[in-house]
């Protein structure tokens, strides 16, 4: 993979279709981790634990593991009935594990039309891990997607990569499966070209900065300044956009936002961003295949 260093003074003015300032994603990652794996390494099971002393992988780690597994048994139900209240749909990512384990998520997303991304095979396992295994490498993808397919009832689109985690493989890889686009990158406002062996894709940028892992399990905001947080992100992009048009991604994990005393941030937010008639609420799939015709 290779893409271009282009300094945003150095691009020509993006125009988002109807004059949208700002393509506005809200991501809600349906992630599933494995309670024990065939290690005695320290399980990193795809996300910060709550509590820091990681266990091998071999030995569950309940506290963590029921953690996080609180946001499928209650908190995502949580954000869906949000969303549906404020009435704007989600996208989605999704591990092929959770199709085949947490089967109720999926059909929740897919009831509501949401956008549904390829995400791994299993939260815990990382591209990363198969850096020097190529082979591997391609094979995790190959079963994700045909998972993905099965489940979903069409061909993946796009990937994020669970942890964000991948290789100089993977946009290859992704490529040669059809992909059009790709998410883990996180260097711009803006969605730009990938160059690959193959088709270039298109890369949609994700961040950990406007993240609720970040903002409220690393950096401990408050449920006000997590909100606070968001809207002044918007604002700033807003008010830019209209000269060069932006992207900004929510992303968000239901056993983290999914809390009852958080919900009411991204309500709010949501609600300011709906009083805004230059936001695009779009999905990735929208904002590729737009960006594919105007690549200049």
Known sequence: MHYDYVPLPHRKP??????????????????????????????????????????????????NFTWREYGQRV???????????????????????????????????LERGCEILAHNYEQGELLTDFANDPQAERDVIAKTLEVYEKAVGRKAKGWLSSSLRGTLNTADVLAEHGLSFYCYLMNDDQPYMIRTSGQPIVSIPYSNEINDFTLLTRRNHTTDEFRDILIEELTVLYDEGAKTGRLMNVG?????????????????????????????????EEIAEWYMKNPQ
């Open 252 to 284: 968000l994990h239901p056993h983290v936002s999914g809390r009852a005393y958080r919900i009411r941030a991204l309500r709010e937010f949501i609600e300011h961003a709906k009083l805004l008639d230059g936001v695009w609420w779009a999905t990735r």
């Open 14 to 63: 993006l125009k988002w279709p109807n004059g949208k300032r700002v393509a506005l994603l809200m991501t809600i990652n349906l992630e599933t981790w494995d309670l024990v794996k065939d290690s005695s390494r320290p399980y990193y099971a795809g996300g910060p634990p709550i509590l820091p002393d990681v266990l091998p992988g071999n030995v569950p780690d309940f506290p």
């Open 75 to 109: 908190g995502v139900w949580r954000l869906f009935e949000m969303f549906d209240a404020c009435g704007v749909k989600p996208g989605c990512t999704i591990n092929a594990i959770t199709a085949l384990r947490r089967r109720p998520m999926l059909d929740a997303a």
